[in-house]
């Protein structure tokens, strides 16, 4: 991973969500997370980062994203999108589903 790019918090906007759904849902464990790829600008394919070198500048033509995702701790760490736009509602559909209540069934039992 290129350098600086672990250190790159979640957007505000993000932890802001996560929060208010976390005092609407205190059983919920979940984070806010920022994932990280490169965008080979030419052919608009993911690079991938283990052919980059860890403290080089990027490439001419290869672009840095950062995504921002939801972690939720009950499904194994699984990672989820954000929004759509700036809002957590898709991962609250997941906080919704059935699966994702049995795994917070189990952790609370
Ligand atoms: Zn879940």
Known sequence: ????AQHTPP???LQDALQ????????ELFEATVGYRVIDQNTL?????????AS?????????QYLPR???FDCQGRLYFAGPEHTVDNF???VENRLHRANLQKRTV
């Open 1 to 4: 991973m290129p350098h600086g």
């Open 11 to 13: 957007p505000l906007w």
């Open 20 to 27: 208010e759904l976390r005092e609407e849902n205190p059983r």
């Open 45 to 53: 394919q993911s690079v991938k980062l283990d052919s980059l070198s």
């Open 56 to 64: 080089a500048v990027l490439p001419p033509g290869y672009k840095a």
């Open 70 to 72: 939801i972690r939720c």
């Open 92 to 94: 609250q559909v997941h």
